[in-house]
């Protein structure tokens, strides 16, 4: 996961890609814990989040999991 910018003051999001198991719920549960561990990285700002889970199973998303899209909203789903 790399942090990325558009060079202005509210550009800033994480872009990246986790690696999850083959079997759809154990992937959903995976994924959903690696957004917790997001959600509890102190942060500056808002920042949005284009961070996927890729399986054999296939891809998943913030919005598969129930999740928001940026680190603000995805503090207070997850507090």
Same mark, same amino acid.
Request: a negative charge; hydrophobic letters at 30%; aromatic letters at 8%.
């Given at each position: 996961?790399?942090?990325? @910018? =558009?060079?202005?003051?509210?550009?800033?999001?994480?872009? /990246?890609?986790?690696?999850?198991?083959?079997?759809?719920?154990?992937?959903?549960?995976?994924?959903? =814990?690696?957004?917790?561990?997001? #959600?509890?990285?102190? @942060?500056?700002?808002?920042?949005?989040?284009?961070?996927? /889970?890729?399986? #054999?199973?296939?891809?998943? *998303?913030?919005? *598969?999991?129930?999740?928001? *899209?940026?680190?603000?909203?995805?503090?207070?789903?997850?507090?």
């Amino acid at each position: 996961i790399t942090v990325e @910018t =558009n060079g202005g003051t509210s550009g800033w999001w994480l872009d /990246g890609e986790i690696g999850l198991p083959d079997d759809p719920n154990e992937a959903r549960t995976v994924y959903e =814990n690696c957004l917790r561990a997001i #959600a509890g990285v102190p @942060t500056q700002g808002n920042v949005g989040i284009y961070v996927y /889970g890729k399986s #054999a199973a296939g891809e998943l *998303d913030a919005s *598969d999991v129930g999740a928001p *899209d940026d680190t603000k909203r995805l503090k207070e789903h997850f507090s």
